[in-house]
């Protein structure tokens, strides 16, 4: 397919549709919008299944099928700045849904929606090895946060809901200092995993064009606030399940917590891998080094000219300012609920916008309406038909053939005298009408 991709139109009808029709496949299996519900519901697996199905594996297929195709995406602009505006709308709705949950699993659920849609930001600047690159980092600390987050149902006796937790630190130390790596990397820590393949998009973002960079700055804002603060609700604080949770608290043996520090390590190192662009002019750049077979000489020649074409000095500016964001939002989240103590509360006591995100928007109410009523209208409407028409049809072929069967029976009787009587009126019949017609 990749020999013969040139023969497409740069931008023609027919790449267009091919290329559209991918990625429609790919917002469906990466839960981008619209086609995102279905992740957040999946979270009702076991924690494991979550940690490598739901975050790492799966939903990270669309993303990959985009890399891998990415001779043919390459001859779409057009499709290539869907991939950018969806990307973007997925990530600010999820960002903006996980501020409000309450549940530690959903929570985390539209964290992995939210860093999808930075993946296919990346793939729609059509740097398609930082896309890979997120997705290798984002395996790391979000399989690590997912099977944390096991580890903590498990010491709360199955509890989900952060309401219900606080000041787990001193009782789960293992979970807390793992949880609190995984966090780290995921909000943009120096040098952490999540912190350089995240920081090369927003470089790449910067040189398409520098009001993306701002709409992703601020994105990253969000993400490191709602993972702050499952942070300090879920460790911080007094503890505030029941008297019978609080006597269970206990560590998560080594068969839960052997995963959670092999994944905190490769949440620390797994970033260097493939360093930024201004370190060594591109040489330590590996994975993109490794990628290079899969990428045609225009999809690599675009994508490297991207992300060295911001000035050295405007990057370390650019850099300067996530970490500057970061200890910012750091300070703040902790100050409102490790120092200041502000909870979180039930869903109907939320106004404004809080109520907005912790409703997600009403999009599930309202695809419900739309949606879901449709069809099942639709299977009434197909039941009535079902049993009013068809059923009633077949009953009458099914009838037809039970009354003339009866009829035949009297005739085939077993009567041998009967079969030659019919036999001989028979040749007798066709004799005659020989006979008219000659």
């Known amino acids: 397919v990749a020999e013969n991709a040139s023969k497409f139109e740069l931008d023609g009808t027919v790449i267009i549709f ?17 086609l995102y519900t279905w992740l957040p519901d999946a979270m009702a697996g076991p924690t494991p299944v979550s940690a490598l199905i739901h975050a790492a594996t799966m939903v990270t297929a669309g993303i990959y099928l985009v890399v891998r195709s990415n001779f043919l995406f390459t001859l779409a602009p057009t499709v290539q700045g869907v991939i950018l505006f969806i990307g973007f709308l997925t990530a600010a709705l999820a960002g903006f849904y996980a501020l409000r949950q309450n549940d530690i699993k959903k929570v985390l659920a539209y964290s992995t929606v939210s860093q999808l849609g930075f993946m296919f930001i990346a793939l ?34 199955n509890e989900q809901d952060m309401r219900f937790m606080g000041g787990l630190k001193k009782y789960i130390p293992l979970t807390h200092a793992t949880f609190l790596i995984g966090t780290l990397a995921i909000s943009g820590f120096p040098l952490l995993s999540g912190m350089i393949s995240k920081d090369e998009i927003l470089v790449a973002a910067f040189a398409k064009n520098p009001v993306y960079w701002v709409i992703l700055f601020v994105l990253a804002a969000i993400t490191a606030t709602y993972m702050f603060r499952l942070y300090y609700l879920t460790f911080h604080g007094e503890f505030r399940g029941t008297e019978e949770q609080k006597h269970h608290l206990h560590e998560s043996p080594s068969n839960m917590t052997l995963p959670l520090i092999v994944l ?45 074409g911001v000035p050295f000095n405007t990057e370390m500016i650019l850099l300067a300012a996530t970490v500057i964001m970061f200890f910012s939002v750091w300070f703040i989240v902790r100050n409102t609920y490790a120092k200041k103590k502000k909870m979180a509360v039930a869903e109907e006591s939320y106004t404004g916008w809080e109520r907005l995100s912790a409703k997600k928007l009403y999009v599930d109410e309202l695809y419900n309406a739309l949606i879901v009523k449709t069809v099942e209208g639709l299977g009434r409407g197909g039941k009535m038909f079902d049993k009013g028409i068809l059923d009633r049809f077949v009953n009458f072929v099914g009838d037809g053939a039970e009354d003339s069967g009866k009829a ?26 020989n006979f008219l017609l000659q």
């Not at 917002?27 to 919008?33: D, M, P, R, Y």
């Not at 009297?410 to 005659?432: F, P």
Request: aromatic share 10%; net charge positive; proline share 2%.
């Open 124 to 157: 729609g600047l059509g740097a398609y090895t930082t896309a890979m690159f997120h997705v290798m980092t984002h395996a790391f600390f979000k399989a690590l946060l997912f099977l944390g987050a096991g580890s903590v149902i498990h010491a709360m006796s």
């Open 408 to 433: 035949m029976k009297r005739v085939q009787n077993g009567n041998v005298e009967t079969y030659i009587l019919i036999m001989s009126l028979a040749v007798g019949i066709i004799l005659i009408v």
């Open 264 to 308: 905190a390590v490769l949440s620390v190192i797994g970033g260097f891998i493939n360093l930024p662009h201004f370190i060594g002019h591109g040489h330590y750049a590996k994975l993109m080094e490794w990628l290079k077979p899969v990428l045609t000489e225009q999809s690599y020649s675009q994508m490297e000219a991207t992300l060295s």
């Open 18 to 34: 091919i290329t559209a029709s991918l990625f429609i496949g790919a917002t469906g299996k990466s839960a981008q919008v619209p």
